[in-house]
């Protein structure tokens, strides 16, 4: 039976995107992940104070609080350790990476897959452009650099630039039908730095991109200004995009973090656009028994992965190179 409905299938082809509201249980579906990423954050604060690089593990903090501080303290981000994926340059042995049985039980909720299904169909292969979103209110960082407008900009920690995400992969995957699912596991408001989207730019095909340490950007005269709409969400509501949807985040300006999932899933067979990077298949229901299910081999897939690459020269992983004329 479809998740969703057809006038919501239809606003996702007319549009480029859908959001579907309390498609998942905070309690069931979320916590488990915020459980894990407390211990996550319990471990970086150990590290760190182990090294003489904080005053304390701040363990009576909530983690608002203890990651706030932490930034602070040390003056760096240190969004890696809590990521479900590798960086794109740089990867070590020791490189760190959170691929935990809850952030995998993330990966095959049967509730997304059903919508998931309902978009691109039954043979789903998790695309491992994936990511969790740690982003701090802004106004607590001082010490990490801003933008030339003085904000802390980047996918990792601040206002995500405009971009679509074929944008974001390899031109093999110029043709993949990937689908991104947003997940908020906090509230994710506009004063959060909640998701907006340019409504029906998906029609426009592939946009040229800007490359800058700030993560690869849209310019602002190539979107529709009066067809954003910005897409504030509860937690439990998820959002499904079209992967030329153009889309960006508003900075952090409220008191609290804000955490959300950025996954994507393809069907089974297509490239994914990143191949050196290890996927899985999700759902089958043509051959069921080729699912992954072991969130151990899941995080040793990635484990592999990382001593593959920390010994080898990575090729590029996106198309665009910074000095392009048209962006200047």
């Known amino acids: 039976m479809p998740s969703?409905?057809?006038?919501?299938?239809?606003?996702?082809?007319?549009?480029?995107?859908?959001?579907?509201?309390?498609l998942l249980d905070p309690a069931s579906d979320l916590d488990p992940v915020l459980a894990e990423y407390d211990e996550v954050l319990a471990a970086l604060a150990d590290e760190l104070f182990a090294k003489g690089e904080i005053a304390s593990t701040y363990a009576d903090l909530a983690f608002d609080q203890r990651l706030c501080q932490i930034y602070k303290e040390t003056g760096r981000v240190h969004s890696q350790n809590f990521d479900i994926s590798l960086p794109q340059g740089g990867t070590r042995l020791d490189s760190p990476i959170a691929v935990g049985p809850?952030?995998?039980?993330?990966?095959?909720?049967?509730?997304?897959?059903?919508?998931?299904?309902?978009?691109?169909?039954?043979?789903i292969y998790s695309n491992p452009v994936q990511h969790i979103r740690i982003k701090p209110p802004e106004q607590y960082l001082p010490g990490i650099s801003k933008d030339h407008h003085g904000r802390i900009a980047g996918f990792d920690v601040g206002a995500t630039p405009w971009h679509q995400d074929n944008g974001v992969v390899l031109p093999e995957a110029?043709?993949?039908?990937?689908?991104?699912?947003?997940?908020?596991?906090?509230?994710?408001?506009?004063?959060?730095?909640?998701?907006?989207?340019v409504a029906g730019s998906h029609r426009n095909g592939l946009l040229h991109h800007c490359?800058?340490?700030?993560?690869?950007?849209?310019?602002?005269?190539?979107?529709?200004?009066?067809?954003?709409?910005t897409a504030e969400m509860k937690r439990g509501d998820v959002l499904f995009m079209n992967r030329l949807t153009c889309h960006s985040s508003l900075p952090n300006l409220s008191e609290?973090?804000?955490?959300?999932?950025?996954?994507?899933?393809?069907?089974?067979?297509?490239?994914?656009?990143?191949?050196?990077?290890?996927?899985?298949?999700?759902?089958?229901?043509?051959?069921?028994?080729?699912e992954l299910r072991d969130p151990e081999a899941w995080a040793q897939s990635w484990y592999d992965t990382r001593e593959k690459l920390s010994v080898g020269t990575l090729p590029p992983f996106n198309r665009w190179q910074s000095g392009d004329p048209a962006c200047a």
């Open 174 to 197: 110029d043709e993949t039908e990937m689908l991104t699912v947003w997940v908020p596991l906090t509230n994710a408001f506009r004063e959060h730095g909640c998701v907006e989207v």
């Open 102 to 123: 809850a952030a995998f039980a993330a990966l095959r909720n049967d509730k997304l897959l059903n919508v998931v299904e309902d978009l691109i169909g039954p043979e």
């Open 211 to 229: 490359a800058s340490g700030y993560g690869n950007y849209i310019q602002d005269q190539h979107l529709a200004q009066d067809r954003i709409v």
């Open 4 to 22: 969703l409905t057809p006038a919501q299938i239809d606003h996702y082809h007319q549009h480029g995107y859908v959001l579907v509201e309390a």
């Open 256 to 290: 609290q973090v804000r955490i959300s999932f950025d996954l994507r899933y393809n069907p089974t067979g297509q490239p994914t656009g990143r191949p050196l990077f290890p996927g899985f298949v999700a759902r089958s229901r043509k051959n069921p028994q080729t």
